[in-house]
Nanobody, 122 residues
Framework: VQLQASGGGLVQAGGSLRLSCAAS????????MAWFRQAPGKDREFVAA????????FYADSVKGRFTISREVNKNTAYLQMNSLKPEDTAVYHC????????????????WGVGTQVTVSS
């Protein structure tokens, strides 16, 4: 199963964006889902995760209070609402699904897809 992220773009510091992630195959179960990001020259890092039922959420310290992860369970779609964006949030954002390990580890997810670019100007 491939995951498709969308909603990225160019925004000024302090602005907002909402990312979406959907499975390529309708009806496919994506399990726990997460967002990671990768800036140029850096490793892919954890941003946020949400469990299958949507009731448990996890965040990186760098985005707590600014980003909110959510999902539509019956559509296997996840969202990332990003507010108060900073230039250091600039990265390609990837969504992941079907957790098989730690919420916070890139190796903890089986499904990945093409990311979406987020650029925050100062």
């Amino acid at each position: 199963v491939q995951l498709q992220a969308s909603g990225g773009g160019l925004v000024q510091a302090g602005g907002s964006l909402r990312l979406s992630c959907a499975a390529s195959r309708p009806g496919a179960s994506t399990g726990d889902m997460a967002w990671f990001r990768q800036a140029p020259g850096k490793d892919r890092e954890f941003v946020a995760a949400v469990n299958l039922g949507g009731g448990s959420r996890f965040y990186a310290d760098s985005v707590k209070g600014r980003f909110t992860i959510s999902r539509e369970v019956n559509k296997n779609t996840a969202y990332l609402q990003m507010n108060s964006l900073k230039p250091e949030d600039t990265a390609v954002y990837h969504c992941a699904g079907r957790r098989i390990g730690s919420h916070y580890d890139v190796r903890g997810y089986r499904y990945w897809g093409v990311g979406t670019q987020v650029t925050v100007s100062s």
